[in-house]
């Protein structure tokens, strides 16, 4: 199936969301459809970089188109929809919500992706005009919680014959093999010891204040910060050396392609997302997210701490995951010393996490969503 996906995502970069649409359209591709990749830019990419930053195996089709910031990218949309049509796509699939209307209004068969509510002061009208429209359409939620959300802050209701909930996934491929913790950390130059690991965003909410009172804690565990930007990791490893904190090492950034084995180095994955969590383009998350990097840790076969926000329990439960109250330091100082002194309970939650994430592969999320459109259609 040609598919034509339009994004304003910036590439290559370190976001969540542009890794999260390089994976959509890889899954694509291996699945045997044939996505072709839309975005705002000029000149030619760099397949080599691209994989290496993306921990992609295939190559699929890209085209930046020119856009310039007066048209607030109104211009892109309309350039792509046109560059969708000569490359005779039979599908439009976007994130967007403006391009999955102006495709309907083209009579383009639609595929709108959605991480959070429709925002702006359109969008509540502009989605319930996108819900009105007769061309073959199909929602994709990524969680059960984004859609009460939307429902209720919108006032309408979803059909469901025209949604499909579809959490994000992971590269199961890639994180099959994986080395022992040990091994791992012995590969990375990381002192040998219990060792407990970070991955993803430095944004407010991700309860690094917590990590680092955690670190303080426990000076006998090795904690291991991976990914933030140049600034804010700068600004964190002041903070840790004003305090005197020599348990927490900081790696910057590091390319989705070497990231399963950081994420192997740990006896314990932390996921200390606060009650409100901000993304890479800001808004709060917390009541609607579908995390990357939920599956990649199950996926790794380590032990996941998290807080106990609601949205994580659509996949994580008591018997794959261990869970504490959010922001609060000492229920979260009290579930890692059980941990970090029970390694049986940690090997018990990780090989369930393990069996669970089995279902959560990029390709087998994109082959459900592709059937579940061509059975409406």
Not at 135 to 152: D, Q
Not at 186 to 192: Q, S, V
Not at 238 to 250: W, Y
């Amino acid at each position: 199936m040609k598919i034509a996906y339009i994004a304003t995502s910036n590439i290559p970069s370190s976001t969540a969301n542009s890794i999260q649409v390089m994976k959509v359209c890889q899954a694509l591709k291996l699945n045997g459809d044939e996505p072709h990749l839309f975005i705002p830019g000029r000149g030619e990419l760099n397949w080599d970089e691209l994989k290496r930053q993306y921990g992609l195996s295939v190559q699929f089709q890209i085209t930046r188109i020119p856009s310039l910031k007066f048209f607030r990218r109104f211009d892109f949309i309309f350039k792509a929809l046109n560059a969708a049509r000569r490359a005779r796509a039979e599908v439009v699939y976007t994130r967007m919500l403006w391009v999955a209307r102006f495709a309907q209004l083209q009579r383009m068969p639609v595929i709108l992706e959605l991480h959070d509510v429709p925002a702006g002061r359109f969008g509540r009208n502009l989605f319930k005009a996108y819900l009105r429209s007769t061309s073959p359409t199909k929602t994709v939620l990524i969680t059960h919680a984004l859609g009460r959300v939307i429902e209720s802050r919108f006032n309408l209701t979803i059909p469901e014959s025209t949604q499909i909930i579809a959490p994000d996934g992971v590269d199961l491929e890639r994180y099959q093999h994986l080395p022992a913790p040990a091994q791992a950390r012995k590969t990375l130059g990381l002192k040998e010891t219990l060792t407990a690991v970070y991955t993803g965003g430095f944004y407010k909410g991700r309860g690094l204040e917590l990590l680092l009172e955690l670190a303080i804690a426990f000076p006998q565990v090795e904690f291991l910060w991976v990914g933030g930007r140049p600034d804010a990791v700068s600004e964190w490893q002041t903070i840790i050396e004003t305090k005197g904190v020599e348990n927490i090492h900081l790696t910057g950034f590091v390319p989705n392609e070497n990231l399963p084995l950081f994420q192997a180095a740990a006896d314990i994955l932390l996921m200390p997302f606060s009650r409100s969590v901000a993304g890479s383009s800001g808004g709060n998350t917390a009541d609607v997210c579908s995390p990357m990097k939920m599956f990649e840790y199950m996926a790794a076969g380590r032990t996941t701490l998290t807080s106990e926000l609601p949205v994580l329990r659509e996949v994580l439960n008591d018997e794959n995951a261990m869970f504490y109250t959010p922001e609060d330091f000492a229920d979260l100082k009290e579930k890692f010393a059980l941990l970090i002194n029970d390694s049986g309970l940690r090997d018990r939650l990780a090989s369930q996490a393990r069996k669970d994430v089995l279902q959560h592969s990029w390709q087998e999320r994109m082959r459900k969503i592709l059937t579940s459109f061509k059975e409406e259609s």
